[in-house]
C-alpha cells in the first residue's frame, strides 16, 4: 500500500485529479478515502481494473451506452461506472460461446490443463491486487479477501488437474461381437450466474470445470460485484483461454437472465443465490430442457453438545456465524446449545463476539466489514423486531452500528423459539440467535425443522454422537468441531431447497458432461 500512496502523492503533485478506468471512465480521486485511492490505483497500475463487458474475447460499451455504479459499502464511493448490458448483448455472447464451444472441446485434455493452470498461476500473482478489488466492492476484511482469492484459484489448479482425469467405460457386451462403450463429453454452453457475496471464487468454482470439461461459458456476475469478475477474465486471456470460451455480460438481470433461459445454444444453467431465483431459473430453464446445477439459501444449524470442548465450539461457531459479517449461505444460522452448557457457552461466546472489530476492510485490525448494502441492513432490522417482539431478548449488539452507512453490530440474540423469523430463515448477517435444547433427539428435530439443507455444524467429544447427528442431519454438508468446512477437494452443494448438484471436488465435473453410449457390432 506504501508503493500506491507514492504513486497516488506522484500524481497530485503533477495535477492529476481522476484515476483512468480501463475503458476511460473517470473516478475522482477526491471523493475516495486515501486508502481507498491509493489501492484503486495499484490496481489499475497492474491493468486489473476492468469495467466493459467481454465478448468474443473484446472488451465492450453496453450497445446503449448505460452504465451501472459500483460503489464501496463501506463508504458509499463510487469506484467505477461499468457497462449495463442486457439481452442484445448476452446473445452476442451465447453467439460466441457457441462458436467457440468446437474448437475449445476439441483440444485435448492437456492443453485445456495448461490454460487453467496458467490462469492458476496468474491469479496468485496477482492476488493483493485482486483482494483490493475484492474488499472496495464487497466490504469483507482484506484477510478474507485475500483469503478468498487463494480459495478461488485453488478451484482453477484443482480442475486443471481433473480435465485429464474425465473417464468414461468398457461394459461387458451380452453379445460376443459387439463392444460398448461409454464416452464423457462436454455439454456445450454453460449460463453461469454469480453472487456477490463471494465474487472471484463463486466464478471459479464453476467456470474451473466447465473449462476443463471443454465446454464455454457465460459469466453474469453480480452487479453489486463485477470488478473482481472482469478481473479475473483479463487474467483468463492473459493466461491463453481463448477469444469467447469465456464471456462476462453484466447489468439487467432480468434480461440477461431471460436470454440465457431462452437459447437453445445454453445446455446448461448453473447459479448461486437465493433459493427463490433459483426456483424462477429451474423453471424457465424447462422450456429449453436445459440442466441445471443450482447452489441456493441456506439455515445452517450449529449444534452445541453438553460433551463439547467449549473453546472449540466457541472458536469454531463464531468462525462459522460471523466470517464475511455473516453474509454466507453455510453461515450457522441458528446455534443450538443444549441447557447443560448453555449459560457457560452463552458467556463464552458472547466474550468471542466482543472481540470482533467493526471497520473498513481496508484496516488491518478489521475482522467484520460492512454489509453489502441498504436492503441487507433493512432484512437483519426487520428479523431483530420480530424476534423482540415475540420475546427473544438482545444478549449483545442489536442495531445498526456507530460508524454508519451499513455497518451492524455483531450481535447475540438469547431465548430464540421457532416461530421466529431468526429461526424459520436466512438472515445473512452478524446475527447468531441461541436456542437451548435438552436431548439429542431434539437438537435434530430442531435442525431439521427447515426447508433449507445446506451446512450444518456439530460439537461433540463423542465419536458415536458425531456419527450419528451427522448421518441423521438433512444437510450437503456436517462439519464436526470445525466451523470452516468448504475446499476445492470435497463436493459442496444441498439437498431439500437447498440446490441441486455439486460443485468442486471429482464430482463437480458432472455438472458439465453428458453421457453418450456407443454400440459397436460385428466386432468378432
Known amino acids: 500500500m506504501a508503493k500506491a500512496m507514492m504513486t497516488l502523492r506522484r500524481a497530485a503533485a503533477l495535477g492529476a485529479r481522476h484515476i483512468l478506468t480501463a475503458s476511460s471512465r473517470v473516478v475522482p480521486l477526491r471523493h475516495m478515502s486515501a486508502d481507498a485511492g491509493a489501492a484503486m490505483e495499484k ?16 472488451w465492450v460499451d453496453a450497445y446503449d451506452g448505460k452504465t451501472i455504479e459500483v460503489q464501496n459499502p463501506a463508504t458509499g464511493d463510487v469506484l467505477a461506472n461499468v457497462s449495463c448490458m442486457g439481452s442484445r448483448e448476452t446473445s452476442d455472447a451465447i453467439a460466441s460461446a457457441n462458436s467457440t464451444f468446437y474448437s475449445w472441446s476439441k483440444l485435448t485434455a492437456n492443453e485445456r490443463s495448461k490454460a487453467l493452470r ?13 483482494a483490493l478489488l475484492m474488499t472496495l466492492e464487497q466490504g469483507k476484511p482484506l484477510k478474507e ?3 478468498e482469492v487463494n ?5 482453477l489448479e484443482y480442475f486443471a488437474e481433473e480435465a485429464k482425469r474425465i473417464y468414461g467405460d468398457i461394459i461387458p457386451p451380452t453379445l460376443s461381437d459387439r463392444r460398448l462403450l461409454v464416452l464423457k463429453q462436454p455439454v456445450g454452453v454453460v449460463g453461469a450466474i454469480t453472487p456477490w457475496n463471494f465474487p472471484l471464487a463463486m466464478i471459479t468454482r464453476k467456470v474451473g470445470p466447465a473449462l476443463a470439461c471443454g465446454c464455454t461459458v457465460v459469466v453474469k456476475p453480480s452487479e453489486f460485484t463485477p470488478l473482481t469478475a472482469l478481473a479475473a477474465a483479463d487474467l483468463a486471456l492473459q493466461a491463453g483461454i481463448p477469444a469467447g470460451a469465456l464471456n462476462v455480460v453484466m447489468g439487467n438481470a432480468p434480461e440477461i437472465g431471460d436470454a440465457l433461459l431462452q437459447s ?18 429451474m423453471a424457465g430453464s424447462a422450456n429449453t430442457v436445459k440442466k441445471v446445477s443450482l447452489e441456493l439459501g441456506g439455515n445452517a444449524p450449529c449444534i452445541v453438545f453438553d460433551d463439547a470442548d467449549i473453546d472449540v465450539a466457541v472458536k469454531g461457531s463464531l468462525a462459522a456465524k460471523f466470517r464475511n459479517s455473516g453474509q454466507t449461505c453455510v453461515c450457522a444460522n441458528r446455534i443450538l446449545v443444549q441447557e447443560g452448557i448453555y449459560e457457560k457457552f452463552a458467556s463464552a461466546f458472547i466474550k468471542a463476539v466482543q472481540s470482533l472489530h467493526v471497520g473498513n476492510g481496508l484496516e488491518e485490525s478489521t475482522s467484520q466489514g460492512p454489509l453489502i448494502n441498504e436492503a441487507a441492513v433493512q432484512k437483519v432490522e426487520k428479523f431483530i423486531n420480530d424476534a423482540t417482539s415475540k420475546g427473544a431478548n438482545i444478549m449483545l449488539g ?20 421457532n416461530d421466529m423469523l431468526l429461526f424459520r430463515e436466512e438472515v445473512f448477517g452478524p446475527v447468531a440467535p441461541l436456542i437451548p435444547f ?8 430442531l435442525a431439521n425443522d427447515t426447508n433449507a439443507g445446506l451446512a450444518a455444524y456439530i460439537f461433540t467429544k463423542s465419536i458415536p454422537r458425531s456419527w450419528r447427528v451427522s448421518e441423521s442431519l438433512e444437510y450437503g454438508l456436517v462439519g464436526v468441531n470445525e466451523g470452516i468446512i468448504s475446499t476445492e477437494v470435497a463436493p459442496f452443494g444441498g439437498v431439500k431447497q437447498s440446490g441441486l448438484g455439486r460443485e468442486g471436488s471429482k464430482y463437480g465435473v458432472d455438472e458439465f458432461l453428458e453421457l453418450k453410449y456407443i454400440c459397436m457390432g460385428n466386432m468378432s
Not at 496458467?118 to 485482486?130: F, G, M, S, T, V
Open 398 to 417: 442489536g442495531k445498526r452500528h456507530s460508524l454508519g452507512m451499513t455497518f451492524y453490530e455483531p450481535t447475540v440474540v438469547g431465548n430464540v423459539s
Open 151 to 155: 480459495y478461488g484459484a485453488s478451484f
Open 438 to 445: 435438552k436431548t439429542e433427539e431434539e437438537a435434530i428435530h
Open 145 to 147: 479477501a485475500l483469503g
Open 118 to 130: 496458467k490462469w492458476y498461476d496468474l491469479i496468485i500473482a496477482h492476488k493483493e491486487e485482486l
Open 264 to 281: 437453445t445454444q445454453v445446455r446448461t444453467i448453473t447459479f448461486t443465490g437465493s433459493t427463490a431465483v433459483g426456483k424462477k431459473l
Open 43 to 58: 490496481i489499475r497500475a497492474a491493468g486489473l481494473l476492468r469495467t466493459q463487458g467481454l465478448i468474443a474475447g473484446q
